[in-house]
């Protein structure tokens, strides 16, 4: 989960589907399975299935950096960037099903929660 630069409501429902489409694929192009991918205005969600050999760290990095580049150079909105943070949990297979849901529905969630809301939730996440 990360979020867009000072979380600036910046993803477009009109390129959202795209971006979420470039950052499943930099997934799998880096080695990795993307489950879905989702989010709103600022920020995005990934359930990502990665080998033991990935680094966690290099594949955010180049998550952030290809899909920046990618909505500079095809979506045109040259204001984007994404915070420097991020958050990572690990999920049990069990609770993958729960998850891919949320992040599926992430649009239909009221958003009556501020980020740091939603991200303490995850954090104590049950399935």
């Known amino acids: 989960m990360f979020s867009t630069k000072d979380r600036v409501p910046l993803i477009a429902d009109s390129w959202a589907a795209r971006l979420h489409e470039y950052l499943g694929g ?3 192009g880096l080695g990795g399975v993307s489950l879905p991918v ?3 205005e600022d920020h995005v969600h990934l359930l990502v299935g990665l080998k033991p050999t990935h680094c966690l760290a290099n594949v955010l ?11 500079h150079d ?3 909105e040259n204001r984007f960037a994404w915070h420097t943070g991020d958050a990572t949990f690990t999920v049990s297979p069990p609770a993958c099903h729960s998850v891919r ?12 929660r ?14």
């Open 38 to 40: 989702g989010g709103i």
């Open 101 to 112: 849901g949320d992040i599926k529905n992430q649009k239909e969630h009221p958003q009556q």
């Open 114 to 127: 501020s980020f740091r809301e939603e991200l303490a939730d995850l954090g104590s996440f049950e399935e």
């Open 61 to 71: 990095l180049e998550l952030k950096r290809t899909s920046s580049v990618g909505v």
């Open 74 to 76: 095809e979506i045109g």
């Open 26 to 28: 930099t997934i799998k």
